[in-house]
């Protein structure tokens, strides 16, 4: 929408990605004197129990953004606008390791970002 030296643009884009994913995930338990260990892996203390899990899975990403902005012309060729974005990525797959059915596990399969943004452009 135009409206004299100001323009308001709102933009709503929805995707679904599909594709193969291998997720990795390793698990640690420390079973010794109480402390904590921050030494390389080829120094394992004895008691420590590192599993390793891995997976592979066909996967259907659902995507949606959201995108507002405002641009003000002033002169013949110059703007000023801000924006602001969100994107939202839903039922991303769960690492292995991770019970599906834990009352946060939904927080972990999707993704959510949020952004600011401010332009200046010239029009050649």
Known sequence: VERGRQTFVADLR????????????????????????????????????????????SIEVPMAELRLAWRYRFGERWTLGAAVDGTAWSDLATPPGVDPDRPDAREETTLVTYGLGLTLGYRF
């Open 14 to 57: 929805v995707a679904v990605v599909f594709g193969d994913i291998e997720l990795s995930r390793t698990l640690r338990d420390f079973e010794g004197p109480p402390g904590p260990f921050a030494g390389p892996p080829e120094e394992v203390p004895p008691g420590l129990n590192a599993q390793h899990l891995k997976s592979s899975d």
